[in-house]
């Protein structure tokens, strides 16, 4: 009996199924070796990050902004973790949530800008040797097709956000349009992330688990639905 083929469409349903087994498969074994080396349990961690929080609140939040919005360092440092920590902190630390917003807010777009700037004037050249070139050759082409409107969803995610805001810098879209487009979508999905994690942040720590399988799961199927295959050439 011979065996079939997989047809593109049955391989890209595996490819859909497979990495998030992958992912759960991989977190469980962390879990185990987590325990069995004796490490800190997590209400542990979350205690020690809430004193930390009470000291250095708007500091670290601001700071974890500028890191999660910079192209390449994103990649690498968790930025948005930090974030989204602050703010679900922030009434038990006696944090001003607003001035944690409008911090947030700023770190973003300060960084959305210099990766505009990245690519505008070329500087983006540096990252392309370190692995950035196919998934900014691909997020351009997406801006080039929708132009700025791209960026609206690209912004739902800081690492997207970043590669989007360079893309069209590299594009030389206008720099008023792109202020006016970066500026509401990041104030609105900003404000979005951050009521959902002050008025439900703390229940979710308490299923912390499952949350960051969740959300890696998220990340891939954003990761898939912007980063297809793409013939527009990074000059």
Same mark, same amino acid.
């Given at each position: 009996?011979?065996?079939?083929?997989?047809?593109?469409?049955?391989?890209?349903?595996?490819?859909? +199924?497979?990495?998030?087994? +992958?992912?759960?498969?991989?977190?469980?074994?962390?879990?185990?070796?987590?325990? *069995?080396?004796?490490?800190?349990?997590? !209400?542990?961690?979350?205690?020690?990050?809430?004193?930390?929080?009470?000291?250095?609140?708007? &500091?670290?939040?601001?700071?974890?902004?500028?890191?999660?919005? $910079?192209?390449?360092?994103? &990649? /690498?440092?968790? !930025?948005?973790?930090?974030?989204?920590? !602050?703010?679900?902190? %922030?009434?038990?630390?006696?944090?001003?949530?607003?001035?944690?917003?409008?911090?947030?807010?700023?770190?973003?777009?300060?960084?959305?800008?210099?990766? /505009? $700037?990245?690519?505008?004037?070329? &500087?983006?050249?540096?990252?392309?040797?370190?692995?950035?070139?196919?998934?900014?050759?691909?997020?351009? #082409?997406?801006?080039?097709?929708?132009?700025?409107?791209?960026?609206?969803? %690209?912004? @739902?995610?800081?690492?997207?956000?970043?590669?989007?805001?360079?893309?069209?810098?590299?594009?030389?879209?206008?720099?008023?349009? *792109?202020?006016?487009?970066?500026?509401?979508?990041? +104030?609105? &999905?900003?404000?979005?992330?951050?009521?959902?994690?002050?008025?439900?942040?703390? #229940?979710?720590?308490?299923?912390?688990?499952?949350?960051? +399988?969740?959300? !890696?799961?998220?990340?891939?199927?954003?990761? @898939?639905?912007?980063?297809?295959?793409?013939?527009?050439?990074?000059?």
């Amino acid at each position: 009996m011979s065996l079939r083929l997989l047809s593109p469409q049955e391989n890209k349903i595996l490819q859909y +199924i497979a990495l998030p087994l +992958i992912v759960l498969v991989f977190y469980v074994g962390l879990i185990y070796l987590y325990k *069995f080396l004796g490490l800190p349990s997590s !209400g542990e961690i979350i205690n020690f990050a809430k004193r930390y929080y009470e000291n250095y609140g708007y &500091w670290v939040v601001l700071v974890g902004a500028l890191v999660e919005g $910079a192209l390449f360092i994103n &990649w /690498y440092l968790p !930025g948005s973790v930090v974030v989204a920590l !602050g703010v679900v902190f %922030a009434r038990s630390a006696g944090l001003n949530v607003f001035f944690m917003l409008f911090l947030v807010i700023t770190g973003f777009f300060l960084t959305a800008l210099l990766n /505009y $700037a990245l690519g505008r004037f070329g &500087w983006y050249h540096i990252f392309l040797k370190l692995g950035l070139e196919g998934p900014l050759l691909k997020i351009q #082409a997406k801006v080039k097709d929708q132009g700025l409107r791209a960026l609206f969803t %690209a912004y @739902v995610h800081p690492n997207f956000g970043a590669l989007a805001a360079t893309a069209a810098g590299i594009l030389r879209l206008s720099f008023y349009e *792109f202020f006016f487009y970066s500026l509401i979508s990041i +104030i609105t &999905w900003n404000s979005f992330w951050t009521l959902i994690f002050y008025y439900f942040g703390s #229940a979710l720590l308490n299923h912390l688990n499952f949350l960051i +399988i969740l959300g !890696g799961i998220f990340v891939y199927f954003m990761f @898939v639905k912007n980063f297809r295959k793409s013939s527009v050439n990074i000059p």
